[in-house]
T-cell receptor, first 115, second 114 residues
Framework: AQSVAQPEDQVNVAEGNPLTVKCTYS??????LFWYVQYPNRGLQFLLK??????LVKGSYGFEAEFKKSQTSFHLKKPSALVSDSALYFC?????????????FGAGTRLAVHP | DSGVTQTPKHLITATGQRVTLRCSPR?????VYWYQQSLDQGLQFLIQ???????AKGNILERFSAQQFPDLHSELNLSSLELGDSALYFC?????????????FGPGTRLTVT
């Protein structure tokens, strides 16, 4: 079965410092990976995806993620964190079981950026 | 704003009751997905419809059902409600059902069962 793991419940970063939110995956076949962000009392917003091609994927709000097949990882990164980046971040993998398109989400990582 | 709308935003009801949550997908999107988000279970996929047909089922209880109408809006029906059904219910839509279509989420309906 497809799955993703987000090993950290919370990540704390000082504003202006680089941030990393970790995600590892377990899939059969080629992974289709996604990052979403959820701000308080809001729905999830799509940040970026990896389907194929370049291992470094650039997304919204200055975020990027690096796909590393040998490490089965897809960590989310940003060179310089903003206080407004504080939110709940979800990694997800496409589950193609049965041939249909559904997402399996990780448990989420809460990012807190301190001024 | 994702373009996906959900109504109502909040719903408070009693155990044993039945409620209907409504979702309108982004213009042109044919796929609709329902998810449940709770503190103990995280974000769980419930069910997917594509152009009116059910396409995938996840952890959806038998007390729950959904449908997608010809105008592509979708409804999630929750019946015989229990306290444990209290959660945030999200609808998402995507253009198709292929692998590369990212999903766009609505703001959610917060259901409180008392």
């Amino acid at each position: 079965a497809q799955s993703v793991a987000q090993p950290e419940d919370q990540v704390n970063v000082a504003e202006g410092n680089p941030l990393t939110v970790k995600c590892t995956y377990s899939v059969s076949g080629n992974p289709y990976l996604f990052w979403y962000v959820q701000y308080p009392n809001r729905g999830l917003q799509f940040l970026l995806k990896y389907i194929t091609g370049d291992n470094l994927v650039k997304g919204s709000y200055g975020f990027e993620a690096e796909f590393k097949k040998s490490q089965t990882s897809f960590h989310l990164k940003k060179p310089s964190a903003l206080v407004s980046d504080s939110a709940l971040y979800f990694c997800a993998v496409r589950d193609k079981t049965g041939g249909y398109n559904k997402l399996i989400f990780g448990a989420g990582t809460r990012l807190a950026v301190h001024p | 704003d994702s373009g996906v709308t959900q109504t109502p935003k909040h719903l408070i009801t009693a155990t044993g009751q039945r409620v209907t949550l409504r979702c309108s997908p982004r213009s042109g999107d044919l796929s609709v997905y329902w998810y449940q988000q709770s503190l103990d279970q995280g974000l769980q996929f419930l069910i997917q419809y594509y152009n009116g047909e059910e396409r995938a089922k996840g952890n959806i209880l038998e007390r729950f059902s959904a449908q997608q109408f010809p105008d592509l809006h979708s409804e999630l029906n929750l019946s015989s409600l229990e306290l444990g059904d209290s959660a945030l219910y999200f609808c998402a839509s995507s253009a198709g059902q292929g692998d590369s279509y990212e999903q766009y989420f609505g703001p959610g309906t917060r259901l409180t069962v008392t």
